[in-house]
Protein backbone atom coordinates (compact mmCIF):
# COMPACT_ATOMS: atom_id res chain seq x y z
CA UNK A 1 0.00 0.00 0.00
CA UNK A 2 1.22 3.31 -1.33
CA UNK A 3 1.70 5.79 1.92
CA UNK A 4 3.14 9.67 1.66
CA UNK A 5 3.01 11.57 4.98
CA UNK A 6 3.99 15.16 5.19
CA UNK A 7 4.58 16.91 8.32
CA UNK A 8 6.81 19.78 9.35
CA UNK A 9 3.70 22.61 8.62
CA UNK A 10 3.26 25.10 10.99
CA UNK A 11 2.55 29.34 11.34
CA UNK A 12 5.79 31.57 11.33
CA UNK A 13 6.26 34.98 10.37
CA UNK A 14 6.95 36.22 6.99
CA UNK A 15 10.54 35.93 6.05
CA UNK A 16 10.66 32.89 7.88
CA UNK A 17 11.63 29.49 7.15
CA UNK A 18 10.32 25.80 7.52
CA UNK A 19 11.45 22.52 6.01
CA UNK A 20 8.15 19.87 4.91
CA UNK A 21 8.75 16.45 4.95
CA UNK A 22 6.95 13.39 3.11
CA UNK A 23 8.03 10.16 4.49
CA UNK A 24 6.97 7.23 1.64
CA UNK A 25 6.69 3.91 1.73
CA UNK A 26 4.83 1.26 -0.29
CA UNK A 27 6.55 1.94 -3.96
CA UNK A 28 10.46 1.95 -4.90
CA UNK A 29 11.16 5.35 -3.94
CA UNK A 30 14.11 5.57 -6.42
CA UNK A 31 12.25 5.90 -9.82
CA UNK A 32 9.15 7.99 -9.18
CA UNK A 33 8.24 11.71 -9.59
CA UNK A 34 7.92 13.17 -6.21
CA UNK A 35 5.56 16.76 -5.98
CA UNK A 36 4.96 19.23 -3.37
CA UNK A 37 1.56 21.20 -4.46
CA UNK A 38 -0.43 23.63 -2.15
CA UNK A 39 -3.85 24.58 -2.40
CA UNK A 40 -5.18 27.70 -0.36
CA UNK A 41 -9.01 28.15 0.92
CA UNK A 42 -10.93 28.78 -2.66
CA UNK A 43 -8.27 28.24 -4.45
CA UNK A 44 -6.87 25.35 -7.09
CA UNK A 45 -4.14 23.31 -6.31
CA UNK A 46 -1.03 24.88 -7.43
CA UNK A 47 2.24 22.73 -7.78
CA UNK A 48 4.83 24.19 -6.48
CA UNK A 49 7.84 21.71 -7.33
CA UNK A 50 8.74 18.50 -8.02
CA UNK A 51 11.74 16.04 -8.34
CA UNK A 52 12.92 13.05 -10.23
CA UNK A 53 13.76 10.58 -7.61
CA UNK A 54 16.03 8.80 -10.31
CA UNK A 55 18.09 11.61 -11.62
CA UNK A 56 17.27 14.14 -8.73
CA UNK A 57 15.76 16.70 -11.54
CA UNK A 58 14.20 19.50 -9.61
CA UNK A 59 11.30 21.58 -10.83
CA UNK A 60 10.00 25.03 -9.24
CA UNK A 61 7.29 27.17 -10.26
CA UNK A 62 8.03 31.09 -10.39
CA UNK A 63 6.26 31.98 -7.89
CA UNK A 64 8.83 29.87 -5.49
CA UNK A 65 11.88 29.97 -7.25
CA UNK A 66 14.80 31.30 -5.50
CA UNK A 67 13.13 30.49 -2.32
CA UNK A 68 12.17 26.63 -1.87
CA UNK A 69 14.39 23.76 -2.37
CA UNK A 70 13.32 20.31 -3.43
CA UNK A 71 15.47 17.74 -2.33
CA UNK A 72 15.14 13.83 -1.73
CA UNK A 73 17.08 11.36 0.74
CA UNK A 74 16.40 7.96 -1.46
CA UNK A 75 18.13 6.03 1.72
CA UNK A 76 15.00 7.26 3.80
CA UNK A 77 12.11 7.27 1.11
CA UNK A 78 12.03 10.85 2.34
CA UNK A 79 11.23 14.12 0.27
CA UNK A 80 12.00 17.36 1.65
CA UNK A 81 10.78 21.31 0.74
CA UNK A 82 13.07 23.74 2.45
CA UNK A 83 10.75 27.14 2.58
CA UNK A 84 12.66 30.05 3.08
CA UNK A 85 11.52 33.75 3.11
CA UNK A 86 8.00 32.89 3.54
CA UNK A 87 5.37 35.54 2.43
CA UNK A 88 2.03 35.59 3.49
CA UNK A 89 0.95 34.37 0.18
CA UNK A 90 2.38 31.23 0.22
CA UNK A 91 -0.25 30.25 3.58
CA UNK A 92 -1.90 27.05 2.35
CA UNK A 93 -2.12 23.29 2.90
CA UNK A 94 1.18 21.68 0.96
CA UNK A 95 0.72 18.14 0.26
CA UNK A 96 3.36 16.10 -1.28
CA UNK A 97 2.16 12.87 -4.30
CA UNK A 98 4.00 10.16 -6.42
CA UNK A 99 3.55 9.61 -10.07
CA UNK A 100 5.53 8.06 -12.86
CA UNK A 101 8.86 9.30 -13.44
CA UNK A 102 8.33 10.62 -16.75
CA UNK A 103 6.39 13.00 -15.44
CA UNK A 104 8.82 15.27 -13.37
CA UNK A 105 8.19 18.49 -13.76
CA UNK A 106 4.64 18.55 -14.15
CA UNK A 107 2.03 20.18 -12.20
CA UNK A 108 -0.78 18.39 -13.25
CA UNK A 109 -2.66 17.11 -10.47
CA UNK A 110 -3.93 14.03 -12.71
CA UNK A 111 -0.21 12.90 -13.46
CA UNK A 112 0.27 11.99 -9.56
CA UNK A 113 -1.40 8.92 -8.67
CA UNK A 114 -0.97 9.21 -4.64
CA UNK A 115 -1.29 11.75 -2.47
CA UNK A 116 -0.69 12.49 1.20
CA UNK A 117 -3.22 14.01 3.84
CA UNK A 118 -1.27 17.37 4.14
CA UNK A 119 0.36 19.73 6.31
CA UNK A 120 -0.78 23.36 7.28
CA UNK A 121 1.73 26.17 6.71
CA UNK A 122 0.60 29.68 7.96
CA UNK A 123 2.63 32.68 7.44
CA UNK A 124 1.11 36.09 9.31
CA UNK A 125 2.66 39.46 8.28
Known amino acids: EVQLVESGGGLVQAGGSLRLSCAAS????????LGWFRQAPGKEREGVSSISTRDGRTYYADSVKGRFTISSDNAKNTVYLQMNSLKPEDTAGYYCAVGEEHYSGSYHPSHYDYWGQGTQVTVSS
Open 26 to 33: GFTFDDYA
